[in-house]
């Protein structure tokens, strides 16, 4: 990974306190996880509330 993801990363898990998502999203490049992690920061709003990924309790396990 490069120092700006990394950066990005530990930003979203300071104002989140909890770390993103990283699984979920690696169909994305690092520049994307970068704005995304930048759009969420600038509305306080975490990757879900934000709309990029949902949780899905529909799911029977």
């Not at 990005?8 to 994305?28: I, R, V």
Request: glycine letters at 4%; one cysteine or more.
């Amino acid at each position: 990974m490069n120092e700006k993801l990394d950066k990005a990363l530990e930003d979203y898990a300071e104002k989140f306190n909890d770390g993103f998502p990283t699984f979920q999203m690696s169909a994305e490049s690092p520049e994307r996880i970068i704005e995304i992690i930048s759009d969420c920061i600038k509305n306080n709003k975490d990757v879900y509330d934000s709309g990029y990924l949902t949780l899905d309790d529909d799911i029977s396990y």
